[in-house]
């Protein structure tokens, strides 16, 4: 299980990126493994690594749909995580903390890393 911290750091290079890219697609796999051993709900799983910013909004709407059928069955109540701009450094922190927060809201009801 990877641990949802690196999901707050905000990647400053193609490397943090590719680390980021990678716990988030694995945390997420993670989640919906959990969600079916204690629910039985099968839940979407979309290819999320690696991020490919060149196709961000195929990403994020994929994305959007597997935070979506996460928070239903866990009762989180979730951010538009439809939208990033990636040239503005403050929205990109913003989102990455909106995002990290769902993650470790999952991760504690399902009591992941």
Known sequence: MMSVI????????EGEL???SF????HHRDIIRIIFEQTGE???EYPLDPFD?????TWLYNHQQMHTAQNAILGIGGWNLLELNLKN???VANWIWYHAQEHLQAGQILELG
Request: charged share 15%; glycine share 0%; aromatic share 8%.
């Open 89 to 91: 450094p403050e929205a």
């Open 53 to 57: 910013p060149e196709n961000m909004n």
């Open 6 to 13: 690196v999901l707050f750091e905000t990647p400053e290079s």
């Open 42 to 44: 099968i839940l979407p």
């Open 23 to 26: 716990v988030n697609a694995a």
């Open 18 to 20: 590719s680390t980021w």
